[in-house]
């Protein structure tokens, strides 16, 4: 009882830490989808014109 | 070419699924450390990411070697791909850590031994790709980096022993004598349970990725030939 008392409250730092985590592999994630929706277009149109 | 596999779309949806459970696990399962408070939960996801990391230098290494013995394509963008995903995998591992530093250290960053090492790791395989942008020809671009990503991965063990070796703030809580006397803590099995899933979570989240960045890697090498033949074809 007398610990509960006094854990810090960093809840704040937590969640930052997470939302950084969330924002960079989403991110990661979305340039992946990206470049492959990108290159794909350029392949089916090369395809085309060969 | 295009069409995704099915085993990758199965690969999406358990590394996916892993990944939730593990986050369900830190937040709802592993208790509140009570020296830190809540921000002690940052740890999971940031031992995690740094092993991920850490597993995919070592890749790009052991592609390198392979891409130097085969001189086949593929080692090189598999290599490329680890290092790429790696690097984002380090950074977020060096921000969470830094974010974890703050409330406990009473700073953002401290030029201590395991900082130092993780910051000039990902420095080193951010010249990585420098290098490659740098060079127009494949196969000296695919040799260089080769080498280059064999003897980058030297720099990751250190960082790994860093805290083990130096006098350091830096806690050691896997296999560290007494993690409290260093700013650690003692981890209980709920906290364990969430640890080991986080890490294999993320391991099979980086495979994944991988087969996502080879494909891609893949097609560009691919469209990068069907353009050189299209100029071939109209000079």
């Known amino acids: 009882m007398f610990s509960r008392?006094?854990?810090?409250?960093?809840?704040?730092?937590?969640?930052a830490g997470y939302v950084v985590l969330s924002v960079v592999l989403?991110?990661?994630?979305?340039?992946?989808?990206?470049?492959?929706?990108?290159?794909?277009?350029?392949?089916?149109s090369y395809k085309e014109e060969g | 070419m295009l069409e995704k596999p099915r085993l990758l779309t199965a690969l999406d949806i358990l590394s996916g699924l892993m990944v939730l459970i593990a986050a369900g696990l830190v937040f709802y399962y592993a208790p509140v450390e009570q020296m830190m408070g809540q921000v002690q939960k940052v740890f999971y996801f940031h031992v995690a990411t740094a092993w991920v990391g850490m597993l995919g230098f070592m890749a790009a290494g052991v592609a390198g070697v392979q891409y130097l013995r085969t001189d086949?394509?593929?080692?090189?963008?598999?290599?490329?791909?680890?290092v790429e995903i790696s690097l984002v995998?380090?950074?977020v591992a060096i921000i969470m850590g830094s974010i974890w530093a703050r409330p406990i250290w009473n700073t953002w960053w401290t030029w201590d031994p395991r900082l130092t090492t993780a910051a000039?790791?990902?420095?080193?395989?951010?010249?990585?790709?420098?290098?490659?942008?740098?060079?127009?020809?494949?196969?000296?671009?695919?040799?260089?980096?080769?080498?280059y990503?064999?003897?980058?991965?030297?720099?990751?063990?250190?960082?790994?022993?860093?805290?083990?070796?130096?006098?350091?703030?830096?806690p050691v809580v896997i296999g560290g004598a007494e993690a409290a006397s260093q700013g650690g803590f003692?981890?209980?099995?709920?906290?364990?349970?969430?640890?080991?899933?986080?890490?294999?979570?993320?391991?099979?989240?980086f495979a994944d990725l991988l087969w996502h960045r080879i494909r891609?890697?893949?097609?560009?090498?691919?469209?990068?030939?069907?353009?050189?033949q299209s100029y071939e074809k109209e000079s």
């Open chain 1, 5 to 15: 008392l006094f854990v810090p409250d960093t809840f704040d730092y937590m969640i």
């Open chain 1, 26 to 44: 989403s991110l990661y994630i979305a340039s992946i989808s990206l470049r492959w929706k990108k290159e794909a277009a350029k392949f089916r």
């Open chain 2, 72 to 82: 086949n394509e593929k080692w090189d963008i598999a290599g490329l791909g680890s």
């Open chain 2, 89 to 91: 995998f380090f950074m």
């Open chain 2, 120 to 147: 000039i790791v990902e420095l080193i395989y951010a010249a990585y790709l420098l290098l490659r942008s740098g060079l127009d020809d494949p196969g000296k671009r695919a040799r260089f980096s080769a080498i």
């Open chain 2, 149 to 170: 990503a064999i003897f980058g991965f030297f720099s990751v063990p250190l960082t790994f022993i860093s805290i083990r070796l130096l006098r350091t703030i830096h």
């Open chain 2, 186 to 205: 003692n981890m209980d099995d709920p906290m364990k349970t969430a640890f080991f899933f986080s890490l294999a979570a993320f391991s099979v989240f």
């Open chain 2, 216 to 228: 891609l890697g893949k097609l560009q090498s691919e469209v990068n030939t069907l353009r050189i």
